[in-house]
Structure formats: structure tokens, C-alpha cells
């Protein structure tokens, strides 16, 4: 399994970007693929996650209402649609999934065997 992460860059406080993480080597049909970020000096924390069967959607407290986190089955590719972004946002952004992935387990980033490889953004004040 293979993902691959794009779409970050540099915008302005207020700012929006849209990420996508595409996986190949197989199609999803359970499990999940969720977007972590990591600043330096950070650990690495969960951001927002979308749940292959039924596409619950999981956010993180610090994004909610401005990040929202789509899937196309199609593309077996999940985005994340960021607006309003802070310069707290700043970070390495990685996607991850796994097909074993429970929604109790779900912000967590032990429950994910593959990993992008991660895409920056940068949110100037």
C-alpha cells in the first residue's frame, strides 16, 4: 500500500488549502484514513479521520468547523478542505490508513500501518 499526500504550500492567515491523499495497492472497504500533523518539537497529533464504511467523520477539537474531511471511493483518495487556517497550523501534514482501523481507535496514530509522506503547510500572520 502506497500513499501519496499533496496539496500543502504557503498561504496567509485566513487563508484555505485543499489536501489529498491518494492510496493505491488496494481498494478500501473498511477501516479508515485519517490526517495527522506534526510541528517541531511536537508530537505528531491526530487532525481529522473519515471511516471507509458508513464515512463517520472524526475531527480534532482545534480544526472542527474549519476543516472538513471528504473521501471519493471512485479515486480510493480522501481530501481535507482547510479554511480559516492559523498560524498554529502550520505543520507537516501526513494521511494514513488501514483497513482494521475501529472507530473507538480512530484518532489514534498507532492504529495506522501506512503512512504518506507528508506534505507542508505554512500559515504566515
Known amino acids: 500500500v502506497q500513499l501519496q499526500a499533496c496539496g500543502g504550500g504557503l498561504v496567509q492567515a485566513g487563508g484555505s488549502l485543499r489536501l489529498s491523499c491518494a492510496a493505491s495497492g488496494r481498494t478500501y472497504s473498511s477501516g479508515a484514513m485519517g490526517w495527522f500533523r506534526q510541528s517541531p518539537g511536537k508530537e505528531r497529533e491526530f487532525v481529522a479521520a473519515?471511516?471507509?464504511?458508513?464515512?463517520?467523520?472524526h475531527y480534532a477539537d482545534s480544526v472542527k468547523g474549519r476543516f472538513t474531511i471528504s473521501r471519493d471511493n471512485a479515486r480510493n483518495t480522501v481530501h481535507l478542505q482547510m479554511n480559516s487556517l492559523k498560524p498554529e497550523d502550520t505543520a507537516v501534514y501526513y494521511c494514513a490508513a488501514d483497513s482494521r482501523v475501529i472507530v473507538t481507535m480512530i484518532r489514534s496514530k498507532s492504529a495506522y500501518d501506512y503512512w504518506g509522506q507528508g506534505t507542508q503547510v505554512t500559515v504566515s500572520s
Open positions: 473519515i471511516r471507509w464504511s458508513g464515512g463517520s467523520k
